[in-house]
């Protein structure tokens, strides 16, 4: 894992539900430009343990999570950095964390729908058509974009093959 480029301290913690105010505020503005599907602060809440937190002096500046979907695939979403903090390795790092867990858990494979391709590339995922995400995906998540998955600027990659 790469050094994180910055003089802060960060701590990568998993989240409790406190911090779910903050996880909700952090990532509006990335909600309105249609960077980061909307979850409402229930499904923050319902979901707050496939979340990791990277925190500097107690205060929450970014955060990633793992969504399970079945035994053999996950998803990487909802990957923020606060703006002032952003090109330190803190994404990087949350990805890497994200990974780990995916690893830890036998997940086999590991997608993502991002705008970051290159950074995702440098953990070797691999782009696939989106025709190849499973449905439940699409009509879960997708549907509650303000893209449809037809039009959608995001870039589908996975990372495969996690276990032997």
Not at 9 to 14: E, I, M, Q, T
Not at 56 to 72: C, E, M, Q, R, S
Not at 128 to 136: F, L, M, R, S, Y
Request: glycine share 4%; with cysteine; charged share 25%.
């Amino acid at each position: 894992m790469p050094r994180l480029r910055s003089f802060y301290l960060v701590k990568f913690s998993k989240p409790t539900l406190l911090d779910i105010d903050t996880m909700y505020e952090l990532v509006q503005d990335e909600v309105k430009q249609g960077l980061i599907v909307n979850r409402t602060k229930d499904e923050i809440a319902t979901n707050i343990r496939s979340y990791t937190v990277a925190k500097i002096d107690n205060n929450i500046v970014g955060f990633i999570a793992l969504h399970i979907y079945n035994p053999y695939l996950a998803e990487i979403r909802s990957l923020i950095v606060t703006n002032q903090h952003r090109g330190n390795g803190i994404g990087y790092n949350l990805i890497s964390k994200a990974i780990e867990e995916a690893h830890s858990l036998n997940v086999k494979d590991i997608l993502v729908l991002t705008y970051k391709v290159e950074l995702f590339k440098k953990f070797d995922f691999k782009h696939i058509q989106k025709e190849q995400i499973p449905e439940d995906k699409i009509w879960l998540d997708c549907s509650k974009c303000q893209y449809s998955h037809l039009t959608c600027g995001e870039v589908s990659l996975i990372k495969s093959n996690l276990i032997k």
